[in-house]
Nanobody, 114 residues
Framework: QVQLVESGGGLVQAGGSLRLSCAASATVFSIYDLGWHRQVPGRERELVATIGTDGSTKYADPVKGRFTISRSNAEKTVYLQMNSLEPEDTAVYYC????????WGPGTQVTVSS
């Protein structure tokens, strides 16, 4: 059973930056597309960024130009660099395959103060 462990969240002021990491215990990692999701209590989890096996990336409109997803297949880790953070980015952030196939990890809380 694959385990995902997200880290790097925290409290930051608007305009600040954070870099999230997600380590996977998967035996195989490089052959899967990956994604970062976020969830606010009471709302649906939303997909914010994806990265393909070829390194191609896609972003949801609210984060385009501010977030960058990357991956290290050697470290079995996917990253999310978040710049110019806004209070609306406050959420718990999760990673998974794209589409989702692995059990969800605990997520990492990101709180952006105004």
């Amino acid at each position: 059973q694959v385990q995902l462990v997200e880290s790097g969240g925290g409290l930051v002021q608007a305009g600040g930056s954070l870099r999230l990491s997600c380590a996977a215990s998967a035996t195989v990692f490089s052959i899967y597309d990956l994604g970062w999701h976020r969830q606010v209590p009471g709302r649906e989890r939303e997909l914010v960024a994806t990265i393909g096996t070829d390194g191609s990336t896609k972003y949801a409109d609210p984060v385009k130009g501010r977030f960058t997803i990357s991956r290290s297949n050697a470290e079995k880790t996917v990253y999310l660099q978040m710049n110019s953070l806004e209070p609306e980015d406050t959420a718990v952030y999760y990673c998974n395959r794209n589409p989702v196939r692995w059990p969800w990890g605990p997520g990492t809380q990101v709180t952006v103060s105004s």
